[in-house]
């Protein structure tokens, strides 16, 4: 069954750098989304990403975030000048269109910021 | 805004049935979803529910949809080890938004 990657698996970053998250969606999806889940919270969404353009973006994703689709393949989350609250698990997801498809989740990347 | 409760936890003895539930607040939410984490794992898309529907079943699994209280419920037939995991609801967030609104999950805990 197709699945979506993410790569690494787990990334530890000094306070302060950037860092980019990646991810191989299903490959006929066309919706794209990053969600973090902070340890002990709820999963929460970030951002959507449709048509080479952001479809929609929650108070969390500021200017200190940005996603890419820069080939056919990957979708990317940067993270510019990292903090120490940034550390959390970050899972992609895709969709079929329409919008409210199920949405399918890759195994995520556990971020430490130290 | 929206927001999706569950408890915590829930013990069941191994071949018993198993009942999660949850509660939402977003009444024009158009599918909702039961996700399985296991350790160190992704989610993992277990089955969903249109808004239209009372009832979904899937092989051991069975959905239930009461629009009226707003409460989903998934049940696990004949619990296996293999069941053990955090069990997340979750629904479309109202007004035609993209993202998900995740309730904390549920910690299945099987006992042999």
């Known amino acids: 069954e197709p699945e979506v990657t993410q790569t690494p698996s787990h990334q530890v970053t000094q306070m302060g750098q950037e860092v980019i998250l990646r991810c191989v969606p299903i490959?006929?999806?066309?919706?794209f989304y990053w969600y973090r889940q902070i340890l002990g919270q709820k999963v929460e969404f970030l951002v959507s990403?449709?048509?080479?353009?952001?479809?929609?973006k929650s108070e969390i994703f500021d200017d200190q975030f940005s996603v890419e689709r820069p080939d056919g393949s990957n979708f990317t989350l940067k993270i510019r000048s990292t903090k120490l609250e940034d550390s959390a698990m970050y899972f992609c997801?895709?969709?079929?269109?329409?919008?409210?498809?199920?949405?399918?989740f890759g195994d995520g990347t556990r971020l430490s910021i130290l | 805004g929206e927001d999706v409760e569950q408890s915590l936890f829930l013990s069941v003895r191994e071949g018993d049935s198993s009942v999660i539930n949850c509660t939402y607040t977003?009444?024009?939410?158009?599918?909702l979803y039961w996700y399985k984490q296991e350790p160190g794992a992704g989610l993992q898309l277990l089955t969903y529910?249109?808004?239209?529907?009372d009832m979904k079943q899937d092989q051991r699994l069975t959905v239930l949809l009461n629009k009226k209280d707003k409460h989903l419920s998934l049940r696990i037939a004949d619990t296996q080890t293999g069941d053990s995991a955090i069990y997340f609801c979750?629904?479309?967030?109202?007004?035609?938004?993209?993202?998900?609104?995740f309730g904390k999950g549920t910690h299945l805990i099987i006992q042999p």
């Open positions: 997801a895709s969709s079929l269109p329409p919008k409210d498809q199920p949405q399918h």
């Open positions: 490959s006929n999806h066309l919706y």
């Open positions: 990403f449709y048509n080479n353009e952001i479809s929609e």
């Open positions: 977003d009444s024009s939410s158009t599918y």
């Open positions: 529910i249109f808004s239209n529907m």
């Open positions: 979750a629904e479309t967030a109202g007004g035609g938004a993209d993202g998900l609104t």
